[in-house]
Antibody, heavy 123, light 110 residues
């Protein structure tokens, strides 16, 4: 059974960097049959995919156009986890952030999700 | 902002059938599979339907999905009180090179 456990601060000041981590159990961040994603949800923007990291003989990343200039998603193979960094945050980045797995052997659904982290951007 | 369009709400009495639509374009629903998620208040979304019409293990067969062209639908037959939740469609978008979600539909059991 795959489990994703999120951690990170719930309050970030404007212009600073939002950092969250997603620890994986029951699978590997280096799996050739999965991708590891970050998604956020807010009343104004709904559910919004932010990006993903995955390993296919080498590491790849894809990012949403809306955050591409500000986001980094990194794998950490030593701890079997992956992280989200979102730079230069504004109050518009206030949202519940989720990590999620895609099992590419069954098309592309987000089949496992983290518990969610409410991040508020405020001074 | 959401790229896939859903009705904001749907409702029915226990035992009725409710259908939720999801409208997209040729770059998402028209060329990729659709997945559906159920979100109960205060919880993460849960996968309900994948690959247009497949149910993960444990999902009741009251839930079914279909797709035609650039639109998809989720049907809930034999509506139950525990089905009261928000429902979202999602698909990969080839033009945006990313996943897109629906605007969400709140299902109310009357």
């Amino acid at each position: 059974q795959v489990q994703l456990q999120q951690s990170g601060p719930g309050l970030v000041k404007p212009s600073q960097t939002l950092s969250l981590t997603c620890a994986i159990s029951g699978d590997s961040v280096s799996s050739n049959s999965a991708t590891w994603n970050w998604i956020r949800q807010s009343p104004s923007r709904g559910l919004e995919w932010l990006g993903r990291t995955y390993y296919r003989s080498k590491w790849y990343n894809d990012y949403a156009v809306s955050v591409k200039s500000r986001v980094i998603i990194n794998p950490d193979t030593s701890k079997n986890q992956f992280s989200l960094q979102l730079n230069s945050v504004t109050p518009e980045d206030t949202a519940v952030y989720y990590c999620a797995r895609v099992d590419v052997t069954v098309a592309d659904p987000f089949d496992y999700w983290g518990q969610g982290t409410l991040v508020t951007v405020s001074s | 902002q959401s790229v896939l369009t859903q009705p904001p709400s749907a409702s029915g009495t226990p035992g009725q059938r409710v259908t939720i639509s999801c409208s997209g374009s040729s770059s998402n629903i028209g060329s990729n599979t659709v997945n559906w998620y159920q979100q109960l208040p205060g919880t993460a979304p849960k996968l309900l339907i994948y690959s247009d019409n497949q149910r993960p293990s444990g999902v009741p067969d009251r839930f079914s999905g279909s797709k035609s062209g650039t639109s998809a639908s989720l049907a809930i037959s034999g509506l139950q009180s525990e089905d009261e939740a928000d429902y979202y469609c999602a698909a990969w978008d080839d033009s945006l090179n990313g996943y897109v979600f629906g605007t969400g539909t709140k299902v109310t059991v009357l």
